[in-house]
Each structure stands twice: as C-alpha cells, then as structure tokens.
C-alpha cells in the first residue's frame, strides 16, 4: 500500500517595515549574547583605554611641568574624552569586521538568502556594534571622578548618545572594509591599517590648536575628528576653565576662520553613519 504524502506548505513572510525592523532586532540580539557570554573580551577591551588614561595621560602630563598639566586642567582630565573615543574605535570596528567569522562559518550566507533585506542584517549588526561599545564605555564613564571630570547627569547622558552614534559609525566603516575580506586573518592587519591614523589624526590625543598646517588639513578630512571634538566640548562645558584654557585645550574645528558648531559635527557624524551604511550594503549585495 502507498502513503501519499501532503506537502506542507510555506509561507514566507510578507515583505514589510515590522519585518526588516525584527530581522534587524534578531540580528542585535545575537550581538548582545556574543558580548554577554565572551568575558575575556569585555576585560580585553578595558585594558588599553585604562592604559592610555592612567598611564599615558599622567606620564604625558608631567612633561608638562605639574600633576595639573598646564592651566587648571590636568592632561588626564583632557585625554578622558579621547580615551573613550578610542575605546570605541577599536571596539565598534572589530565588532563590524567580525562579520567575517559568519562568512567562514557559512552563517552570513544562511542570514543574506532570508526573506530580508541585506540592509536590515546589516543595520542590526551595527546597531550591535555601537551597544557593545557603549556598554563598554559605561565602565570608563564611571571612573570620570578619577580624572577630574564632573559626575553630571546631563552631561554623563550627553556622552553616552554620543559614544553611540560614534559606535555605529566606526561599526558601519568595519562591514565596509568586511564585504570583500574572505578569512579573518586578512580582515585584522585591514582594520589596525585604517584605524591606527583614524586614532592618531583624530584630536584624540592632543589638542586640535597650534597645529602645523599638513596636520591641520588631515585632522579636518577625518571623520573621527568630527566625533571626538562633540564628546570633549561636552566635557569642557562642565568644566569650570577660564577662557584662554579653553582655546588651548578645546579650539573646536575651524574652517578657515568659521568654527564649526557642535550641531554641525553631530549631523556630520550621522552623514557618514548614513553613508559608510549605505556603501556596506551596496558591498555585500555586489559580493554575495
């Protein structure tokens, strides 16, 4: 006797905004639970900006002929905001390359034949990113009374909004050097390449006055600056400086003779979060 078998029927979801918003919260969530379960990487990550804050910052600063560096602002109260721009370079962009781990492992291939739409992988992934980073950060936030920096809470707000919209940018810049990298051992020296002069061009690290002209020009073509600058201008605002200190230690970005306002970095900020994005998905869409 022959048993007929009924096909079973699938139904795949209808293509829409409720849709590509789950995908992209599935992909989020993947993220969180990699960060939650990998200890060792959330110690890692807080290793190096403790280093440059503490150890760098006060060995730098007593080259400046006190523990207070120059003016009423200790070096270290300065560097804290760039510290924390550096905690999320690194960590937002290994976070956008690790996409090439699911690219050995057969995993992204499964996630770009879903009924969604590659932007939606792609933006839960750097939405991941920025999180982690945050996250991570939030350590680092609560040593500012350590380096002089006030525990306001606008202020502490102000900066965690910024560090993650500065995590979805560097994110997004890692899925666009990820979409034509085939191991992860090629992936890692491409993004200390292209971050170590994001790191250094930035303003992370020194002031952004008095700079030799050549200097002057890269910092400004650098994306990083234009987060990094918004985070220590939100410092300073609370700090109580005179004047000519200010100039000193937080000039602000200068076209030509018009300074930047804050505003204008922030949606500059978001303009190459919208466009590292945008090129990441035209990538991955020409790769797979």
Known sequence: MT???T???VR????SLATEARAAAVVWQREMIRFVKDRSRILSSLAQPLLFLFVLGTGLGSLLGSSEGAGSVAFTTFLFPGVMAISVLFTAAFAGISIVWDREFGFLREMLVAPVSTASILIGKALGGATVATLQCLV??????????PYDPLMLLAMIGLIFLMGFMITSLGLVLAARVKQIQTAMPLVQLVITPLMFLSGALFPLSGLPTWLAVLTHVNPMTYAVEPL???VFDHLDVDAATRARFDPGIVWGTWTVPVGVQILMTIGFCVLLLSLAVWRFRRTE
């Open 140 to 149: 680092l936030l609560a040593l500012a009374g350590l380096v002089g920096v």
């Open 12 to 15: 795949v979801p209808v293509n």
């Open 7 to 9: 096909p079973e029927a």
């Open 3 to 5: 048993t007929t078998m």
């Open 232 to 234: 220590r201008s939100v």
